[in-house]
Nanobody, 127 residues
Framework: QVHLVESGGGLVQPGGSLTLSCTAS???????VGWFRQAPGKEREEREG???????????YYADFVRGRFTVSGNNAKTTVYLQMNDLKPEDTAVYYC??????????????????WGQGTLVTVSS
């Protein structure tokens, strides 16, 4: 069983940047790691897919609302996935979670395809 820990969240002004990290331990039996976010007032099942990264070939997926602003990457040891977030907007405010999947990023991100959810890290974009 994989254990995921997210870190790097915080308070940032609009237009600012943050880098989130998702660190894995335990069973590394996955190929894709995805980042989701849960906006204030939303339920767990309403988490929206933000970005995913496939260790197998470095493929990525980005939701339209972050494409061009966020960059996802992973380390060679397959233990950490990063989410570099630039030009942050107030609507990016959410708890960000990572989770694992066997589904390649070419197929998008669906909540039900992911498991091993971490506890999340809060990102607040406000002036």
């Amino acid at each position: 069983q994989v254990h995921l820990v997210e870190s790097g969240g915080g308070l940032v002004q609009p237009g600012g940047s943050l880098t989130l990290s998702c660190t894995a331990s335990g069973s590394l039996n996955y190929d894709t790691v995805g980042w989701f976010r849960q906006a204030p007032g939303k339920e767990r099942e309403e988490r929206e897919g933000v970005s995913s990264f496939a260790f197998r070939d470095g493929s990525t997926y980005y939701a339209d609302f972050v494409r061009g602003r966020f960059t996802v990457s992973g380390n060679n040891a397959k233990t950490t996935v990063y989410l570099q977030m630039n030009d942050l907007k107030p609507e990016d405010t959410a708890v960000y979670y990572c989770a694992t999947s066997l589904v390649h990023p070419d197929y998008g991100m669906h909540f039900s395809d992911f498991e091993g959810w971490g506890q999340g890290t809060l990102v607040t974009v406000s002036s």
